[in-house]
């Protein structure tokens, strides 16, 4: 009777344990949970957080109890400074249990987009999502990836034009201080107007490290951050249409604190004719220049294929041996 007793004894006091410890896992569950959509709404509000507002018509938590996560439904951000909104269908977060520092986000379309100034963007994908890390105040980890997407802009002109991208991937990491960055673009054929030529299908591929610039995950993305920055592009290539034609770069870099460019970088480009032809469409106004720029490159190649050169940037201004190229504009 006294052992039965004892039993009992136990028995209840185990189960009082258990009903503890999973009011607590669902305190905890709940807290970091709620950790996870303030990150988000942080990285949607930037550093401008007074002047960003982020609201959901239905905001629920889900996944509880092997995922962290949050659902977002008629996810609308407005800029109050510039007007600009933001609207996009959901919004699903998660990170798991054993990470909860990790969150993968999937964002489901369109997405449109309203400058507040007569310009207006929809966007519509297959596939979209992303993952963050944080670390100890800021992200030390950012990616994203996507599949079919098509872009459709005008402007308060009403001119029209429509962008289609086969898929694209990219990251930035902090890689011990330096900033790491990475992209991938494959076919992306712009129409810049609705009844205009569509330009010749167009990859892109970068790698490329900024020193010292890991803290920049936390900052706002401008490109004045880079002022005052160097680092190396390891490659940049663009490619245009499906018979070879591309330009392909590397090379150490560096901004003055004016923010003009500075670097040697070596220079390989193959098919400058359709290159040309592909600018000359999209920026009209340049035609001249680049077709200029193009016979250049034609008489300097001698019927070869491909050229590589070598192009030296100082304080802007650019030139490939005596050649002066111009100067480029500050960042």
């Not at 987009?113 to 800021?138: C, F, N, P, Q």
């Not at 010749?200 to 490290?209: H, K």
Request: hydrophobic content about 45%.
């Amino acid at each position: 009777m006294a052992r039965s007793s004892r039993t009992g004894k136990v028995l209840k006091w185990a189960v009082i344990a258990v009903v503890i410890l999973a009011v607590l896992y669902a305190a905890g569950w709940f807290f970091i949970a709620r950790t996870v959509k303030a990150r988000i709404f942080a990285l949607l509000e930037g550093t401008n957080g007074q002047d960003v507002v982020v609201q959901c018509s239905e905001l629920g938590y889900q996944g509880f109890p092997v995922n962290f996560g949050f659902s977002c439904r008629d996810l609308h951000v407005r800029d109050r400074a510039t007007n600009m909104t933001a609207d996009l269908p959901g919004l699903l977060a998660r990170a798991p249990v054993y990470s909860p520092w990790a969150v993968e986000t999937t964002l489901e379309g369109p997405l449109t987009l309203d400058s507040g100034h007569g310009v207006m963007v929809r966007s519509e994908w297959s596939a979209l999502g992303g993952k963050m890390i944080y670390g100890d105040d800021a992200p030390r980890f950012l990616s994203f990836s996507f599949e079919d997407m098509t872009t459709r802009f005008s402007n308060a002109d009403d001119q029209e034009g429509t962008l289609t991208i086969e898929g694209g991937e990219g990251l930035t990491r902090d890689n011990e201080g330096d900033l790491d960055v990475a992209l991938s673009i494959s076919n992306a054929i712009l129409r810049p107007q609705n009844k205009a030529d569509a330009l010749d299908p167009v990859s892109i591929n970068l790698n490329a490290t900024v020193e010292n610039g890991g803290a920049m995950l936390g900052e706002p993305i401008r490109l004045e951050a880079l002022r005052g920055k160097s680092g190396i592009v390891d490659q940049a290539m663009l490619t245009i249409g499906t018979h070879g034609s591309h330009v392909a770069l590397s090379g150490p870099y560096s901004f003055d604190a004016q923010g003009y460019l500075s670097g040697n970088f070596k220079v390989e480009l193959a098919g400058i004719d359709i290159l040309a032809r592909a600018i000359g469409i999209a920026i009209p106004e340049s035609a001249n220049a680049v077709n200029t720029i193009a016979g250049l490159v034609n008489a300097l190649a001698s019927g070869q294929k491909s050229l590589a050169v070598t192009v030296k940037v100082d304080g802007g201004k650019a030139s490939m041996g005596f050649i002066r190229l111009g100067r480029l504009p500050p960042i």
